[in-house]
């Protein structure tokens, strides 16, 4: 099994900054892509910002230029940089990793989820 933590989430005033972060543990082999999602009350889940094992990145619109994904590959840990930060960021935030794992001898597909972070803006 896989376990994400993830951390950093909270109250912040309309133009501040947050890092988020996201653990992964367990008999990882390898992760590929990392990846960010937000779910606001009564929306759906959105796709925030997405980087690769290579290091590519990807944002989605509303946040291209004020949000920032990396990843440490040693530590297995996933951040997002929150910059410039609006009340329409207010959300739960959701970590999302795939790679390949451990089951005995074998190594086997994962796709996991955080247990998701909170994040309020206040205007």
């Known amino acids: 099994q896989v376990q994400l933590v993830e951390s950093g989430g909270g109250l912040v005033q309309a133009g501040g900054s947050l890092r988020l972060s996201c653990a992964a543990s367990?008999?990882?082999?390898?992760?590929?892509?990392m990846a960010w999602h937000r779910q606001a009350l009564g929306k759906q889940r959105e796709s925030v910002a997405v980087i690769t094992r290579e290091g590519s990145t990807d944002y989605a619109d509303f946040v291209k230029g004020r949000f920032t994904i990396s990843r440490d590959n040693a530590k297995n840990t996933v951040y997002l940089e929150m910059n410039n930060v609006k009340p329409e960021d207010t959300a739960v935030y959701y970590c999302?990793?795939?790679?390949?794992?451990?089951?005995?001898?074998?190594?086997?597909?994962?796709?996991?989820w955080g247990q998701g972070t909170q994040v309020t803006v206040s205007s």
């Open positions: 999302n990793i795939d790679g390949s794992r451990w089951a005995g001898s074998w190594k086997i597909l994962f796709n996991s």
């Open positions: 367990g008999n990882i082999f390898s992760i590929n892509t």
